[in-house]
């Protein structure tokens, strides 16, 4: 849920950066083809955005090399808390019970035009097909359908604008922007930024449309039928593109305001930077290290006196061998030993405590396990203790191999422990064997 919780705090934040530059400098501005791909762009990168991750270059802390065998991180996910996993489980059914109503509402909005089509009507257009339906109180559009009541006229002045106005709107192919906005605020409903997007999308479209009707001189006379026709308009389908829709105020400011482009391409060229900042703080990443592993020395073979943060024992113990050690049954019998066996600490779930702790242990030359401790910054709240204990309860491995005899091999097994809202689960992740010899890795 936090990684929700995450997705949705950021898309938030994108799409309102991006809306209030369309307000402050692009808005009521007529440059109408710009302005709905803007809008239409804003929706899409607020929604994709958070998404991506994107690495910069030289950000890492120069993560040390670790010389000797480290195995992928196994991964053990708690639960913070059963009333907090509930609350959380019941925000998740609640958030998606009012997308469901309002994808609900969407596809009842569809089945009535769908039964409109059907019971209506049709005669054929250039590129589009009027629909003459009784039920129609007011001209519509949507798709390559424009909606017709047969008893209106159609011949006359105000009639020929209306139906250029319906016939730009499929021209455009608005009801497209229509739906996918429809989609968005349906599944996204949570940010109120979408749908101000929507509304302003819609108002967009009706000032693509009335430029053609209202061209050729014609401004006058089609602003009086505007005016006209909303004075007895009904409320509008949220699907439909209705001629006399509000706000006809901004409408009718539009058709006679003059076309200021004399800063047009700067407003445009100043939605790059915008851009390039967004990407900057939502999507680059910067790797951090989460525990420190002091190096060891790349001579081959090592032995413990060049290796400072280990206690020097008698025998001499390796880094690097020809034949690393092998859990019994490889790499899947130590995922399934490894989860069967971790429990994450009580008082870390309480305490919501999580982090990786890196394991570090000694195979000896018969398979058993010694000097088993932790390196690393310590975390607290019985996590290196868990780990401790259930890597000293392993079996014995199959041991290393250097000229042909057996030898002792020190080894790392990181173990990150992660707070879900699921039950108690442990996963490997991801699944890899451990690192060849003197690769360099990092945790």
Request: charge should be positive.
């Amino acid at each position: 849920m936090s990684l929700i919780l995450m997705y949705l705090a950021k898309a938030a934040l994108c799409s309102g950066l991006l809306f209030a530059y369309y307000c402050l400098v692009l808005r009521n501005q007529r440059q109408h083809r710009w302005n709905r791909a803007y809008l239409l762009g804003l929706t899409a990168v607020s929604l994709l955005l958070p998404l991506i991750s994107i690495p910069l270059p030289g950000s890492t802390t120069g993560p040390a090399a670790i010389l000797q065998y480290t195995a992928s991180a196994f991964t053990v996910n708690g639960n913070a808390g059963g009333h907090t996993a509930g609350s959380w489980h019941w925000s998740f059914f609640a958030y998606a019970a009012v997308a469901a109503a309002l994808l609900a509402r969407f596809g009842y909005a569809v089945w009535q035009l769908r039964n409109l089509i059907r019971g209506g009507r049709r005669q054929a257009g250039q590129h589009y097909q009027l629909i003459l339906h009784p039920a129609v109180s007011s001209p519509f559009s949507f798709f390559r359908f424009i909606f017709w009541n047969p008893d209106a006229e159609q011949q006359s002045a105000e009639s020929r604008h209306i139906l250029q106005h319906e016939q730009t709107h499929v021209r455009k192919g608005h009801s497209w922007d229509t739906l996918f906005m429809e989609l968005v605020t349906a599944l996204c409903w949570a940010n109120p930024i979408f749908h101000f997007v929507k509304r302003e999308l819609q108002v967009v479209h009706e000032f693509e449309a009335d430029e053609v009707p209202a061209g050729n001189g014609q401004t006058k006379a089609y602003t009086e039928n505007l005016l006209r026709q909303v004075l007895c308009a009904p409320s509008a389908n949220l699907l439909i593109h209705h001629f006399s829709q509000p706000p006809v105020k901004r409408r009718i400011m539009m058709l006679t305001r003059k076309n200021n482009t004399r800063f047009a391409a700067v407003r445009k060229l100043m939605t790059l930077p915008l851009a390039a900042g967004l990407i900057f703080a939502i999507s680059c990443t910067q790797n951090k290290q989460d525990v420190k592993v002091p190096e060891a020395a790349p001579s081959y073979p090592q032995k413990e006196k060049e290796i400072e943060y280990v206690e020097q024992p008698k025998y001499e113990l390796f880094t690097q061998v020809e034949e690393p050690p092998v859990f019994p049954g490889g790499d899947a019998a130590l995922n399934k030993y490894l989860g069967n066996n971790i429990n994450y600490p009580k008082a870390a779930m309480e305490g919501s405590v999580q982090g990786t702790v890196i394991v570090q242990f000694t195979i000896r030359r018969d398979g058993t396990i010694k000097d088993v401790t932790t390196v690393g910054k310590k975390i607290g709240s019985g996590l290196e203790e868990e780990s401790i204990r259930v890597v000293k309860g392993m079996p014995k491995w199959k041991p290393g191999v250097q000229n042909k005899r057996q030898v002792d091999v020190r080894f790392n097994l990181p173990i990150r422990y992660t707070l879900q809202d699921e039950d108690n689960s442990t996963s490997f992740w991801p699944g890899q064997s451990p690192f060849m010899p003197g690769q360099k890795t990092t945790c």
